[in-house]
């Protein structure tokens, strides 16, 4: 289908993607919005919510419950969030320019779950090594060719997440709140909600014969009230989750030609009707694309992917150790596309996720099994999964053995020298 703005409109072929999105008045209108909310409050922790990570995603369903769905930290990244007011389903992903290559989760994921989806774009701002302009045109191609009317609501990106005095970017997160909404709600989307059965693919999974429908929809029913259902904030959250290193380090450690737990993600084999939503596994199947999915969007669990790890290399070893001894200034330039604009945590994240690898090794694993949470009403409590339960997960703990950690840090650095 086709990327869509103000009053319905379709836009035809690609042409200038940005420049028509940018362009669009309804688009800058909530662009300035947006970053007039800029000094808000995070999301507290007490609130269900879902930080995605650079190449993870969620998918939940806030049919009955309200969820903060999005991502922070989004630089030369970009954060995209859809929102379907028909099927209750929002999606949340943070890309980079190879994520974004390898996607397929908006080509086959999204059409089985979203019909009339509302979009918003945040992160890739305008900088000089290409890194944000590849990033944002690549996810911009994938949404306008998917088989679903994708209605921009947000696009605070390029020029317009840019600063004019420093450079930098202007909003970095992305937190959209989702909660059920009202009968009204449902009646200005054209009878939305879904009935028995409804959910997954039946809800949303028809393709192209409900995406000449869902644009009806929106020309119907997008203006009146619509917006009570969500709201968009460049605040953050004030906790974005549980094993933060684990999942900072998922790409450095994971063997990408074995799929950890053996279980089957979402993928577009499955036949149990679109409702697992995501149980993700560590080494997606290549041809499911680049993202980690993150909750299992049936039963609301929050499920950090395991993963069978690499064969040890002792020169990659020496590498994160290395890493590990310098000044935050040198750090930083080594890790980042944007060392200039990085928020204050990335150091900290990444330095966290070098000493977890290095755990890994020295504890000698060569598989971390899933680690499953369910939400107790004031935060994230982790429970048994069935890839192995919590007593596996707390196997790896980058704090429990400090001093192994560092011997074997002095050991891989001295041996960089020899």
Known sequence: MVLVLS????????GNLLRAVLEDPQVQRANAAFLARAGEAPVPASRRSVCTLMGEEALVDFSRDEWHVGSMDATTCLIAVAACRVTRKAWAAHYNSSLARRDASIALLLPRHLESPDLFLVGSFS????????TLLRVLLLLHAAALPFRVRLAC??????????????ALHLALRCGPGGASCDRGWGGGGVG?????????????????RSVERLGAGAAEGGEELWSASPAGF?????????????DHLADPWVNASGRDSDDVSDDSGGDNGGGGVGGRDLDLGSLRSLVETASGLLRVPGLHCRPPNPNALRHYALQLELPDGPFLHHNSTSPDFEPPNFVGDLRAAFRYI??????GLRSIPDACFAWDGAGWRQVPSEAGGAAAVD????????????????????????
């Open 7 to 14: 009053g319905g409109a379709l836009m035809e072929g690609h």
């Open 196 to 212: 028995a059965g409804g959910r997954g693919q039946e809800g949303g999974g028809s393709g192209m014969r409900e995406g000449a």
């Open 395 to 418: 196997a790896v703990d980058v704090n429990s053995r400090g001093e192994e950690l560092e011997a074997a840090t002095a050991v891989m650095s001295a041996g960089c020298g020899a």
């Open 358 to 363: 290095i755990e890994v090794y020295v504890a």
């Open 127 to 134: 900088e000089a090594s290409g890194e944000s302009a590849s």
């Open 157 to 170: 990106v390029d020029a317009v997440n840019t600063d004019g005095a420093s450079g930098g970017p202007r």
């Open 238 to 250: 004030a906790d974005r989750g549980p094993e933060l290193p684990r999942r900072f380090a998922h």
